[in-house]
C-alpha cells in the first residue's frame, strides 16, 4: 500500500495494483533520457501528444522507484495488457502527484482497467 508522504501512488494496470513512485534521481533520469523536461512531458502527456517512449519510461522509473522489480520489456508487456489509454491516464496521474505539494498529497484511488 502507498506512502504519500513518502510520495507513492497506487496505480492499477491490467487489474494489478502497484505502488509507483518518482523520486527526484528518477525525474533527473527521465528528463536525461527523453531529452525533455518533466514539466514539458506532463503537459504533453496531459494534452494527449505523449509518446509511448514517454509513457514506457516514466512507468519504469515509478515502478522502479516504488519498489518493484521489473525490466523495460516488463513495463512494455504492462502497456501492452493496460492498453495506451489506461497507462496515459496512470503515468498523468504519477507525473500530476510526484509533481505536487508534498503537504496536499492525498491517495487517489487507483485506475481501472
Keep these: 500500500m502507498a506512502n504519500p508522504q513518502k510520495g507513492e501512488i497506487d496505480l492499477e494496470f491490467a487489474g494489478k495494483n ?12 527521465i528528463e536525461d533520457e527523453l ?7 506532463a503537459l504533453d502527456i496531459s494534452n494527449v501528444k505523449g509518446r509511448l517512449k514517454h509513457l514506457a519510461a516514466v ?25 495506451i489509454v ?8 504519477l507525473l500530476s502527484f510526484a509533481l ?9 484511488k487507483p485506475q481501472k482497467t
Design 59 to 83: 512507468l519504469y522509473y515509478g515502478l522502479r522507484n516504488g519498489g518493484n522489480d521489473v525490466s523495460r520489456k516488463d513495463v512494455n508487456k504492462i502497456i501492452e495488457e493496460s492498453g
Design 100 to 108: 505536487s505539494d508534498p503537504k496536499e498529497r492525498s491517495v487517489g
Design 86 to 93: 489506461i497507462t496515459s491516464t496512470n503515468v498523468a496521474n
Design 35 to 41: 531529452d525533455c523536461s518533466i514539466i514539458e512531458l
Design 18 to 29: 502497484y505502488t509507483c513512485r518518482l523520486t527526484i534521481d528518477s525525474i533527473l533520469r
